[in-house]
């Protein structure tokens, strides 16, 4: 008999938390800013979408000012930041990505900036530039993990896709959670309206999970046959297939109440915590558990979240950060509403 000993050398996780951060935050800029230019393009003056706009507003100004933070701290530093300009690099999504998201959030910043002064005309415009720049956003950050083909469970065409999913569900979560500070909070035709758009972002993420599976058992996508693997190999992992299930059934099962409930301060800032929940917990799977899996060999890699500003200490000044900009724009909707609360600004 020969015992033989196996050794794995440790790496370094090449996804920081900031990644976690970042990609959850342009996912909710990246859909907030659809749903605002939806908001824009086909909800007439009066209508209950047009009360919706103060909080979509302020989702999109938080994602696009907060995002871009954790993207710099993610690179920490600055020369990579500066390389994608200098020596840019067509075949690569995230040297093409250099490009598209400063014209995004110049565009997202704009018409938070139009919708202040109020001129429905440029509104529209920028509203329609603003959308297909949001969808270049969402594609990129999309392809640019899809496209490491030695991570089966990155390699799929479904990432892109549950990716604009769950963002637009933790932006949904975030306007109602946003919309009770804000000045005249959240009207009854408003939280309805609300209901049923959660409601079929959730019903599109269960039918993009049916989708891989059958995808998967036809042979067309080697990710479901890894993650099996996965579910079958190591506790953990079918923990988080099992939590994953079970906010799903949260998110329905909280929505599918009268939307009445959501006028309710303490249910709407749970719903709206679930939503939001499940956006990010989505991400950290992806980017933290994905990397504890080797490419090659047995096992997982165990990782410990550092408790500094790579780490813990970063995710709750980000969160800080969200939470001040949450204060500034509240307080200036009340002190300083503008023309853009007026139902003109839709007109």
């Not at 050794?7 to 900031?18: D, F, R, V």
């Not at 758009?197 to 993420?205: E, T």
Request: glycine share 10%; charged share 5%.
């Amino acid at each position: 008999m020969q015992i033989i000993e196996l050794l794995t050398p440790a790496y370094e996780a090449a996804w920081l938390p900031w990644a976690v951060q970042y990609f959850f935050l342009i996912g909710i800029a990246a859909t907030a800013a659809l749903t605002v230019a939806g908001l824009v393009l086909f909800a007439p003056a009066g209508a209950p979408a047009s009360g919706l706009m103060p909080a979509g507003i302020t989702v999109l100004a938080i994602g696009a000012i907060a995002a871009p933070v954790s993207l710099l701290a993610d690179l920490h530093q600055p020369g990579r930041f500066w390389h994608f300009y200098a020596h840019f690099t067509p075949w690569s999504w995230m040297s093409i990505g250099a490009f598209l998201l400063p014209v995004f959030l110049m565009l997202a910043m704009g018409l938070c900036l139009v919708w202040w002064l109020g001129r429905p005309a440029l509104l529209r415009v920028v509203a329609v530039l603003l959308a297909i720049s949001a969808v270049s956003i969402l594609v990129y950050t999309g392809f640019e993990v899809m496209i490491v083909r030695s991570r089966p469970l990155w390699n799929t065409i479904f990432l892109p896709l549950n990716f604009a999913l769950t963002g637009w569900l933790a932006t949904l979560g975030a306007m109602l959670w946003v919309a009770r500070w804000l000045p005249g909070g959240l009207t009854a035709a408003s939280a309805a309206l609300l209901r049923r758009l959660g409601l079929a972002a959730a019903a599109l993420l269960v039918l993009s999970a049916l989708l891989w599976v059958l995808s998967g058992q036809a042979g067309y996508d080697s990710s479901f046959h890894a993650a099996m693997r996965l579910f079958e190999l190591f506790p953990v992992w079918r923990l988080s297939l099992f939590g994953s299930a079970l906010a799903g059934c949260c998110v329905f099962g909280l929505l599918v109440r009268h939307s009445r409930f959501l006028l309710r301060p303490g249910y709407a800032s749970l719903v709206g915590f679930v939503m939001l929940a499940a956006g990010w917990i989505f991400r950290w799977i992806i980017f933290m558990a994905v990397q504890g899996v080797p490419k090659y060999g047995a096992g997982l890699y165990l990782y410990q979240m550092p408790l500094g500003s790579d780490g813990l200490l970063g995710m709750v000044g980000v969160l800080g950060l969200c939470v001040a900009l949450v204060a500034i724009a509240a307080a200036l909707l009340e002190h300083f509403p503008g023309r853009g609360m007026q139902e003109v600004s839709l007109a």
